[in-house]
């Protein structure tokens, strides 16, 4: 069993919907819950984190996280089709240096 | 410019032969690190390296080595490639002040066919 577990996709929506993407993890050590967007054909970037539990608001992106039942969230509030790629979640734990990484998941807003 | 740079971008190479992917970076980080992307199975890490004297094996690190230059140079080697080793390679930076959360940096990715 991998220690982060994120559907592929696709997931395709139409602009404007709220989309909601959704990773489940294993290790409990695991602190800091993050969230990187990928662009076709670059490297993927940071979008925002969430260090234990809670949520965290920026923009029309919101993370949210539930140790309790080992799963975390992204939200994208109006959707647009610049935020058409692939969203990897990622999480480490306090102390050490290892990120893992979901295997992302893919997702197209048509205009 | 772009602050993580690899080079080349695309290669396509035959099976047995030796490839290297270079990676530089303007950012000042003392953390370097290659990465291997396969569709389905996200980033695995394959080598890092927390300064030029410190290399480490990460989870995939069979039929690859690496080479740290410089502070600012990784260089990741196929010495001899096979088709399975075809995958997207990124190299990616970190630094130790970013705070806990180890923000990576990543470059755009070299990508590598193995026939």
């Known amino acids: 069993q991998k220690e982060v577990e994120q559907d592929p996709g696709p997931l395709s929506v139409p602009e404007g919907a709220i989309v909601s993407l959704n990773c489940t993890y294993s290790n409990s050590a695991f602190q800091y819950f993050m969230w990187y967007r990928q662009y076709s054909r670059k490297g993927p970037e940071l979008l925002m984190y969430t260090y234990s539990s809670g949520n965290k608001e920026d923009g029309r992106f919101t993370a949210q996280v539930d140790k309790s039942s080992k799963y975390i969230s992204l939200f994208i509030r109006d959707s647009q089709p610049s935020d058409s790629a692939t969203y990897l979640c990622?999480?480490?734990?306090?102390?050490?240096?290892?990120?893992?990484f979901g295997a992302g998941t893919r997702l197209f807003v048509k205009a | 410019d772009a602050d993580v740079t690899q080079t080349p971008r695309n290669r396509i190479t035959k099976t047995g032969k030796r490839i290297m992917l270079e990676c530089s970076q303007t950012k000042g980080h003392d953390r370097m690190y290659w990465y291997r992307q396969d569709p389905g199975l996200g980033l695995q890490l394959i080598y890092y390296?927390?300064?030029?004297?410190?290399?480490n094996k990460g989870e995939i690190s069979d039929g690859y080595s690496v080479s740290r230059q410089a502070q600012a140079k990784f260089s990741l080697s196929l010495e001899s490639a096979i088709p399975n080793q075809t995958a997207l390679y990124f190299c990616a930076t970190s630094d130790w002040t970013s705070g806990g959360a180890g923000e990576l940096f990543f470059g755009e990715g070299s990508r590598l066919t193995v026939l």
């Open positions: 990622a999480m480490k734990d306090t102390g050490g240096f290892k990120t893992i």
């Open positions: 390296s927390f300064d030029v004297k410190d290399i």
